[in-house]
């Protein structure tokens, strides 16, 4: 066991030596950036080690006993193993990453990590695949001059905002002979929410007005339309009819006619802890928004002031998601 632990911590000291060693021989990335030949590494992989090895002894064999056709056929493969190992390079060479971005995500639920890329060449590319580390790679088949984004799902097992240091792009196109891969160094800022969680009634209304006209002949509250579902939306506000009939998950809008605005304060949640309160708070915030009312956020020393709308909603959450964080917090697998 303790020899296993030491075999882990020497294979952990050599990825991070290579690690600091490509980034600085490569550099920041900015999208967006085409693959050269320079940043492209290409090594046999463990199927064309062995085919590799089998062609050493088909080689020894007809030397040996002067066969010509085993000779031959020995060098016939070789030959297809270099062009093999020529096409698994040209398939990562020369592609266009456009853009990597982050969605913003809820404790507990894993993130989307896209990677926008774009295919200028002639020829198609097959089986590009995307990966984070140890994570499991996704693949993408890019057909000539086109572009195709690569979804990574990223595991966000509590709030912060994570940074995401570098991805792997590698293919073993055509036979899986070879693998052609590169590092791309492009930081980017993963937004964890706190989880919606909580059973404190909402607060009361602040005594502001909201300005929303009740319309005649609408109940108490005011129809604003439909928009596609979110993490943390209730399953009362979606709109099943038009989810049976093929459409995607949708989520109906209220609006509470002549409503006042309400406040969330940090401060008035006595009793819990800051994450408990953290959870209460973003409750609210997921609660308010999908009821159409406007609402504001009391943090100790930030005030977000009153609005609604999915950018709104976004600048909360994010408050609350760095509440008593002061920098990104590297992310590991």
Known sequence: MRKRGVIDAARRFLRGRMAAWVRRRQGEDVPPFTLGRRRLYVLPTRAGTGFAALLLVMLVAGLNYGNSVALFLTFLLAGWVLVSMHQCHRNLLGLTVLDVTASPTFAGQPAVLSVLLENTSTLARWRIEASLDDEPPVAADL?????????????????????????RLATTHPFGLFQTWTWVHLPVDMIVYPRPHGSRPMPGESGQRSGTQTREGVGSDEWLGLRAFRDGDSPRQVAWKAYARGAPLLVKEYCASGSELRIFDFG???????????????RWVV???????????????????????????????????????????????
Not at 145 to 166: D, F, K
């Open 268 to 282: 008035q949640l006595r009793g819990l802890d800051t994450e408990a309160r953290l959870e209460q708070l973003a």
């Open 143 to 167: 057909a000539p001059q086109s572009r195709q984004a690569a979804s990574l799902t990223v595991p966000a097992p509590t709030r912060g905002v994570y940074r995401i240091e570098r991805l």
């Open 287 to 333: 609660d308010a928004e999908a009821r159409g009312e406007r609402y504001g956020l009391i943090l100790p020393g930030i005030r977000v002031e009153p609005g609604h709308g999915p950018q709104h909603r976004h600048r909360c959450l994010s408050a609350l998601a760095r509440h008593g964080i002061e920098d990104s917090i590297p992310w590991r697998s």
